[in-house]
Structure formats: structure tokens, C-alpha cells
């Protein structure tokens, strides 16, 4: 309801499973997916792979009301463009539509700190690594939501490039995926968030 009074957002369908929602993505061809973490037949982060595969043009927001958990962070790391839980205000809501929208990527709060929370106790890496000051510059940025096209942007570099230096950032701090590297970098006071 809130979503068809607001002006500039026409919904053109409605799911209520995660097939019928693949086929409405295929049928209806939308510019943004809102999709429930929980869904039958169909969860969520699979329906969201599905769509990202199929339509790459397909922009996805998560909406969930589960616990933020790995399934989440796997979730995020998989290419969906947004995440946020299902308790927001209508306001917070249409915000991370409008975000995911233009194209960039809505992370909650909430999972920023579950992510802070969860690699508090979690072992600390000895010695801090040496990264060359490019790797930093795109260090910094992945702490962002910044894309990989807009890093490359940003620093004028081909995005292939910025590929090229989070492989070697992810190796030199000896994590799998950008979240955890910008984690342990924080950890490690390589750098902040603030």
C-alpha cells in the first residue's frame, strides 16, 4: 500500500512465492525486485540469483524479518543490491527503494553492526600487511558502497583493474570475499569507518 501511493514507483506485480516471483521477473521485466528473505518454493537469496542471472539489468532489494546470520552475508556477497529488515518505517523503506533504484547499494545498519559483532571474537591476524598505497585507495572505497565500475571511476582506473587489486587486497589480508576483508582491515586499523 505504501508503495502504490508513493509518486514515481508504479508496482507492476505482486508474488506470493518465490516461482511466481521468477516468472513475473521474466514476464513483467521490472527495474527493481523487492523480495522476501522467506519464501516458498523458492527462498529469497535463490530467487535473487535466479533474476540477477537471467536479467543482469534487474536491480534486488532483500527485505527480511529473519536474524541476520551467514545466509544474509552470503546473501549480500552474491550480488544482491540491497538488504533491510522487515521493522523499518515506510520512510526507511522507500529511501532503500529510491537508493537501490539509481543504482546503488543499500546496506542497513542492523547489518553493519551484526557484521562487526560477529567478527569481534574472531581471530586476529598478526602483524598488519603490507598493502601498496593503490590497494588502500581501493581498500577505503570497498568500505563503501561503492561497485567495482564505480571505484574504477573514482580512481580512474578500469574496473578489470579494480578486480585485479581486491584480488590481491583479499589475498595479502587472507580473507574470501569484500566484506570480511573490509572487517578485518577496521579490525586491524588498516582502516576506519567512520
Do not use: W
Request: net charge negative.
Amino acid at each position: 500500500m505504501v508503495l502504490e501511493v508513493e509518486p514515481g514507483i508504479d508496482v507492476v506485480g505482486e508474488a506470493n512465492d518465490g516461482e511466481q516471483a521468477l516468472q513475473l521477473a521474466r514476464e513483467l521485466q521490472p527495474d527493481l525486485v523487492l523480495l522476501d528473505m522467506v519464501m516458498p518454493n523458492c527462498s529469497g537469496p535463490e530467487a535473487a540469483g535466479l533474476i540477477k542471472a537471467h536479467h543482469s539489468g534487474v536491480r534486488v532489494l532483500m527485505l527480511s524479518g529473519v536474524e541476520i546470520d551467514a545466509e544474509v552475508f552470503d546473501t549480500l556477497e552474491n550480488g544482491v543490491d540491497g538488504y533491510l529488515p522487515k521493522d523499518v518505517s515506510p520512510g526507511e523503506l522507500l529511501a532503500a527503494i529510491r537508493t537501490v533504484a539509481d543504482g546503488k547499494r543499500f546496506i542497513h545498519s542492523a547489518v553493519t553492526e551484526a557484521l562487526l559483532d560477529r567478527h569481534a571474537a574472531g581471530p586476529h591476524t598478526s602483524g598488519t600487511p603490507e598493502l601498496s598505497p593503490r590497494e588502500m585507495e581501493v581498500l577505503r572505497l570497498l568500505s563503501t558502497a561503492a561497485t567495482y565500475h564505480e571505484i574504477g571511476e573514482h580512481l580512474f582506473i578500469a574496473e578489470e583493474t579494480v578486480r585485479t587489486h581486491v584480488k590481491h587486497i583479499l589475498a595479502k589480508l587472507g580473507q574470501p570475499n569484500r566484506t570480511q576483508a573490509v572487517l578485518a582491515a577496521v579490525r586491524g586499523g588498516l582502516i576506519s569507518l567512520n
